[in-house]
């Protein structure tokens, strides 16, 4: 049964993943007109990147896939690409944003969990109170892969 929970949790946060960074669309022009040739935006010399080295996130970042599995046939799976965030939680799919240390989700099937509140985050490990739902404690998990110690409360 842990391998199903397992399959479900890397598929459900590969999905959430794409969905947070390709913001549901596809970019593309609908009216048929040709595209754009400007430029991307690049920071500036000198301009910090976000993003650190490699494309990281950095250490204390929110950035990234969470899974909580502290209640016994409950997983939660968080995926944030700051502004945006991403819950998947009993099958319901919520999506918002994160400012701060705030996380405000609209979930159009009903949720429980819609106001947030980062308690602690670390490299590993991210706590988050939530209004009217408890705490859950995740674990970050890298891209395609599941902790192998998911918080047991």
Not at 11 to 30: E, I, P
Not at 74 to 98: F, H, M, N, Q, R
Not at 100 to 125: H, M, N, Q, Y
């Amino acid at each position: 049964m842990l391998k199903n929970i397992r399959a479900v949790c890397v598929t459900a946060a590969g999905v959430a993943a794409a969905l947070a960074l390709t913001g549901c669309g596809s970019g593309g022009d609908s009216d048929g007109a040709a595209p754009d040739k400007k430029p991307a935006a690049t920071p500036a010399a000198g301009t910090p990147s976000a993003s650190g080295a490699g494309g990281a996130a950095k250490a204390g970042s929110l950035d990234g896939a969470w899974v909580s599995a502290a209640n016994p046939g409950e997983i939660v799976i968080l995926t944030v690409k700051s502004p945006v965030a991403i819950v998947i939680d009993g099958g319901k799919t919520c999506k918002g944003a994160v400012s701060g240390k705030d996380l405000t989700l609209v979930c159009p099937s009903g949720g429980k969990r819609t106001k947030g509140t980062v308690d602690s985050v670390d490299a590993t490990s991210l706590k988050i109170t939530w209004e009217g739902a408890g705490t859950d404690t995740f674990q970050k998990s890298d891209a395609g892969k599941l902790p192998t110690a998911l918080p047991s409360s």
